[in-house]
């Protein structure tokens, strides 16, 4: 997806994991999964650098759909799609 893309998504819920550092942005995306309907998306805001590297594998890991990343002020907005 292009930027202009994410930039029109609307999730159906946000993670906040600002602030912690690997592997918490990992483990909140987890439990935020769960609380989306599949084919909805949760959104996760991190401004842990790792997190750019362990979200996209772990949704193709466990048959989700990354859709990408947007910069922010300070921190990432990453974007997935629950598929199952």
Do not use: Q
């Not at 935020?32 to 599949?38: A, D, E, H, P, R």
């Not at 979200?55 to 997935?80: I, Q, S, T």
């Amino acid at each position: 997806m292009s930027e202009l893309d994410l930039n029109t998504i609307e999730p159906a819920n946000t993670v906040d994991a600002r602030g912690s550092a690997c592997p918490g942005p990992l483990m909140e995306a987890k439990k935020g999964i769960g609380k989306v309907k599949v084919g909805e998306i949760l959104e996760i805001f991190s401004n842990d650098s790792g997190t750019r590297i362990d979200v996209p594998a772990w949704a193709k890991k466990v048959g989700h759909e990354y859709l990408g990343a947007l910069g922010a002020d300070g921190y990432d907005k990453l974007y997935v799609r629950r598929k199952k």
